[in-house]
């Protein structure tokens, strides 16, 4: 979806299925922390306006995106999270080590998923530029943070409708 000049990040908390009783774990890359803390600070923001209490939203950091997987699953092997917010930031270089970031990062997010069948959202952003990515965590695009707290949400909503 093609978000210029578009702000994809205002939600109403209303249309939100509560996040009151949920736990949430963000797991944050210290790689591009610029960037990465503010995706954290609206995911954060978000899942408060939701209803998660400030003492069930447990963060904790991995040195980059490629250990975000990992990261994922730890929380989901040794706390009692209902879902996890995995929080990254790769920009294009000039070799292919961003194909090979990318792309595992993004298999292992989705492999964790599927194996745990609880929800990792994908709060990666993958940008050609520093600005691009300023942009999206919390500038005039929005912040993709806020987005992949709700998305945590709707997919807890969407376990116990279907539960």
């Known amino acids: 979806m093609a978000t210029k000049n578009k702000n994809l990040s ?25 960037i990465t803390n503010g995706l954290q600070k609206g995911a954060v923001e978000a899942l408060l306006a939701c209803g998660v209490y400030e003492r069930d939203i447990i963060v904790e950091y991995v040195p980059g995106t490629f250990e975000l997987p990992l990261g994922a699953q730890y929380f989901l092997e040794q706390t009692e999270v ?25 298999q292992g997010i989705q492999e964790v998923n599927l194996k745990y069948n609880k929800p990792v959202m994908f709060c990666v952003l993958t940008d050609d530029t520093i600005k691009q990515s300023k942009a999206r965590s919390g500038g005039k695009l929005g912040n ?10 709707k997919m807890l909503g969407l376990t116990e409708k279907l539960g």
């Open 144 to 153: 993709k943070g806020v987005e992949a707290a709700i998305g945590a949400l």
């Open 10 to 34: 205002v939600f109403n908390p209303k249309e939100v299925p509560s996040g009151r009783g949920k736990k949430i774990g963000i797991v944050v890359s210290e790689w591009n922390d610029e």
């Open 82 to 106: 209902d879902a996890v917010v995995a929080i990254g930031c790769v920009v294009r270089g000039e070799t292919a080590h961003f194909d090979y970031v990318c792309q595992g990062a993004t």
